[in-house]
């Protein structure tokens, strides 16, 4: 069974930095597009960047140049550094792990909140 654990998020004051780690469990992340997402109260779930099998990295353009995904297939994780955050960032943040749409895995979400 894979499992999904987001980590990092928190409160953090605009222009600051978080870090958000995910861990996946019951299967190798290798073969699989990573991602992340976000929802802020009201919206819909939005992609904010992937990261291909051949780690092909794709951004939304509202986080282009703040965020940067990466992923470790040895260690089966895939992280986000979020830089300058901006209080338009706010939002819980989802790790999915994607190969079609039977093999399509969500974790339970980490909160980030940027205010000052």
């Known amino acids: 069974q894979v499992q999904l654990v987001e980590s990092g998020g928190g409160l953090v004051q605009p222009g600051g930095s978080l870090r958000l780690s995910c861990k996946a469990s019951?299967?190798?992340?290798?073969?699989?597009?990573m991602a992340w997402y976000r929802q802020a109260p009201g919206k819909q779930r939005e992609l904010v960047a992937h990261?291909?099998?051949?780690?092909?990295?794709k951004y939304a353009d509202s986080v282009k140049g703040r965020f940067t995904i990466s992923r470790d297939n040895a260690k089966n994780t895939v992280d986000l550094q979020m830089n300058n955050l901006k209080p338009e960032d706010t939002a819980v943040y989802y790790c999915?792990?994607?190969?079609?749409?039977?093999?399509?895995?969500w974790g339970q979400g980490t909160q980030v909140t940027v205010s000052s």
């Open positions: 019951g299967s190798s992340i290798s073969f699989y597009i």
């Open positions: 990261s291909s099998v051949g780690t092909i990295t």
């Open positions: 999915n792990q994607w190969l079609d749409t039977a093999h399509n895995y």
